[in-house]
């Protein structure tokens, strides 16, 4: 079975650039794959508010995940902005929980718990249950970032007027 590009990241926390394309957020009203749709819906948007211009959203992106205002968008832009700005906050309290949002430094701490300690298997239940991981809209192979590839695949799914 095939998994798209995003939802692999689930698969290989231990990528050399997961840092860089992905953040932890707590977020348990959310199962995962409703994380990636929201996600996949606001990336999209910005992508098309932008005018698929790679330039312009490689900038909003890292804008917006730095906590920064990304300038002037449509309205369809200013909604999906603030979906992701919404998601990326929820990345605080991963950060209070945890000391670290980086999807790498737990990978690693969660391989080093000793699960013979009485409560650590219910610790990490518990963070499983309420960990998600949001892509950031980079997604490299190398030193190539194919993410706006991925964009450009899902706009041509979608029926031309939408």
């Known amino acids: 079975m095939h998994v798209c590009h995003p939802c692999n990241l689930l698969q290989s926390l231990n990528r050399p650039s997961i840092d860089r394309e992905s953040i932890l957020i707590w977020c348990p009203e959310f199962e995962q794959r409703q994380i990636l749709a929201l996600t996949a819906y606001a990336h999209l948007a910005l992508y098309r508010a932008c005018g ?17 205002e990304p300038g ?78 991925i964009l450009e695949a899902r706009l041509r799914l979608l029926p031309q007027n939408s």
């Open 52 to 68: 698929k211009k790679l330039r312009e959203w490689t900038q909003i992106v890292t804008t917006l995940a730095m906590g920064r």
């Open 72 to 149: 002037m968008l449509s309205p369809e832009g200013i909604a999906a902005a603030q979906t992701f700005r919404t998601l990326l906050a929820r990345s605080d309290e991963t950060f209070r929980r945890l000391q670290s949002s980086a999807p790498s430094h737990v990978s690693i701490a969660l391989q080093m718990a000793d699960t013979s300690r009485k409560g650590v298997t219910q610790g990490l239940t518990y963070l499983g249950q309420n960990l998600r991981l949001l892509p950031l809209g980079r997604l490299y192979e190398g030193a190539d970032d194919i993410y706006p590839d």
